[in-house]
């Protein structure tokens, strides 16, 4: 088990320019979770994914986002024509869906995405 | 909708004080709690949890209780060290949102 890992841990990238995150998640769990944090506050829910399927997705994920999970491992997250307010972590996390476990989640380390 | 409200910081303490961290909330069922921590460059990492009313997180050295007539989950400690410092994060969970609802966060800093 090594836990939940992201890539890249750093992006810096320009106004308009698209960007793609990944997140690997603990190997024997099924759900996985995209979250945004910005500075002084705590993570914002994004988007969630049972296996393949994303079975929940929030407001602030405008059309120029989308996430994905093509075989129920590991996902993307793609922000297309970036702004400046796109600028913050992105966190995924993932857990199990067994009764006793799915409510515990467990955080990569985040990608820094600076949009200049 | 639910949500979770924490004290703000920067909480400042001396090595050895005792620590509060308020936590409320608000959920129209009845949410898992939890506190995460988040060192200077790490990740989340979940501290401790309770599932239901009067349970009891520890861990190490940390404690917080699930209190549902007051729907409080405050995590504390009897004597911080300077290692302690970091953000602590309140947050709920409920099965039918699949999401965690999380509070801004509280900064500790322990002078040694």
């Known amino acids: 088990d090594t836990g939940v890992s992201q890539n890249p841990r750093h992006k810096i990238t320009k106004r308009g320019q698209n960007v793609t995150f990944r997140c690997d998640p603990i190997?024997?769990?099924?759900?996985l979770y995209w979250y945004r944090q910005t500075l002084g506050q705590g993570p914002e829910f994004l988007t969630y994914?049972?296996?393949?399927?994303?079975?929940?997705k929030s407001r602030l994920l405008s059309d120029r986002f989308s996430a994905e999970r093509p075989k129920g491992s590991f996902s993307t997250l793609e922000i297309q024509r970036t702004e400046q307010g796109d600028s913050a972590m992105y966190l995924c996390?993932?857990?199990?869906?067994?009764?006793?476990?799915?409510?515990?989640?467990?955080f990569g380390a985040g990608t820094r995405l600076s949009v200049l | 909708g639910d949500s979770v409200t924490q004290m703000e910081g920067p909480v400042t303490l001396s090595e050895e004080a005792f620590l509060t961290i308020n936590c409320t909330y608000t959920?129209?069922?009845?949410?898992?709690l939890f506190w995460y921590v988040q060192y200077p460059g790490e990740g989340l990492q979940l501290l401790l949890k309770?599932?239901?009313a009067d349970d009891k997180g520890s861990n190490k050295g940390f404690e917080a209780t699930y209190r549902k007539e007051t729907t409080s989950f405050h995590l504390e400690k009897g004597s911080v060290q300077v290692s302690d410092s970091a953000v602590y994060f309140c947050?709920?969970?409920?099965?039918?949102?699949?999401?965690?609802?999380w509070g801004a966060g509280t900064k500790l800093i322990i002078k040694p």
């Open positions: 996390a993932s857990s199990h869906s067994r009764a006793n476990a799915r409510n515990i989640q467990y």
């Open positions: 190997s024997e769990h099924n759900r």
């Open positions: 994914f049972q296996n393949e399927a994303q079975l929940e």
């Open positions: 959920a129209t069922g009845y949410p898992s």
């Open positions: 309770a599932t239901k």
């Open positions: 947050a709920l969970f409920m099965d039918s949102n699949y999401q965690l609802i």
